[in-house]
C-alpha cells in the first residue's frame, strides 16, 4: 500500500459487495462472482495492483502517457473481469439467407453451418473456452463470463460464412452480429 503512494498514475476501481478479488504473486488476478470465476495474468505488463477492503488499485511506475494508458488498459481489464462474473457477456447474430436454406447447429466445441449459398462442405466455427452457444430460429446466442472469449466466438462464427468475389449487396448471405448485451450495433 504504501508503494502505490509513490507511483505517478493510481487507478481505483470500486469492487461490487458480491464480488471477491484476489492479487496472487505479481500479478495474477482472481475475480470471484455468483456466476463464476476468471483469473488473469497482468505479470508482463509494469504495474503493482493491490486490493484494498473495498477497492481495487492499480499502480504504475511510469510517468506520462504511457503510465497512464497502462494503468487504464488494466483496471479496463479488471473492470470487464468484474462485470462478466456479475451480469455476463452475451452477443447475438442473425443467420440471414435469401436461396438456400442455412442449417447451423452446435457439436461440442463448434459451430457447424450447413448448406452455405448451397455448399456441400460444411464450414466451422470453434467455440473457445467456457461459453455457451445456442441456436434459437434464426438468432445464435452467444454467452459466458469472458468478454475475450465470447466476442472471439461470436466473431468466428461471423467470419466462418464470410466470402470473397461476390458482391455483398446482391449476395447478403451469411451470420452477423447485431447485439452486444443490450447494446445494439446496426
Known amino acids: 500500500m504504501k508503494l502505490l503512494n509513490k507511483l505517478p498514475m493510481?487507478?481505483?476501481?470500486?469492487?461490487p459487495e458480491?464480488?471477491?478479488?484476489k492479487v496472487e504473486g505479481e500479478g495474477k488476478v482472481?475475480?470471484?462472482?455468483?456466476?463464476?470465476?476468471?483469473?488473469?495474468?497482468?505479470?508482463?505488463?509494469?504495474?503493482?495492483?493491490?486490493?484494498?477492503?473495498?477497492?481495487?488499485?492499480?499502480g504504475s511506475p511510469l510517468k506520462g502517457r504511457r503510465g497512464k494508458s497502462l494503468c487504464g488498459t488494466i483496471s479496463s481489464h479488471i473492470?470487464?473481469?468484474?462485470?462478466?462474473?456479475?451480469?455476463?457477456?452475451?452477443?447475438?447474430?442473425?443467420?440471414?439467407?435469401?436461396?438456400?436454406?442455412m442449417n447451423v447447429k452446435v457439436e461440442k466445441d463448434k459451430v457447424v453451418i450447413e448448406n452455405f449459398r448451397g455448399e456441400k462442405e460444411k464450414r466451422i466455427a470453434k467455440i473457445r473456452g467456457n461459453v455457451k452457444v445456442e441456436v434459437?430460429?434464426?438468432?445464435?446466442?452467444?454467452?459466458?463470463?469472458d468478454v475475450e472469449e465470447v466476442a472471439q466466438t461470436a466473431a468466428s462464427i461471423e467470419q466462418a460464412t464470410r466470402t470473397k468475389g461476390y458482391d455483398p449487396r446482391v449476395f447478403m448471405d451469411g451470420i452477423f452480429i447485431y447485439e452486444r448485451k443490450g447494446r445494439s450495433i446496426v
Open 18 to 21: 458480491n464480488v471477491e478479488v
Open 10 to 15: 493510481v487507478e481505483e476501481i470500486e469492487l
Open 30 to 58: 482472481l475475480v470471484k462472482g455468483p456466476l463464476g470465476t476468471l483469473v488473469k495474468d497482468f505479470s508482463h505488463a509494469k504495474v503493482v495492483i493491490n486490493v484494498d477492503s473495498s477497492k481495487l488499485l492499480v
Open 136 to 145: 434459437e430460429g434464426d438468432d445464435v446466442i452467444v454467452s459466458g463470463v
Open 79 to 101: 473492470r470487464n473481469m468484474i462485470r462478466g462474473v456479475t451480469e455476463g457477456f452475451t452477443y447475438k447474430l442473425k443467420i440471414v439467407y435469401s436461396h438456400f436454406p
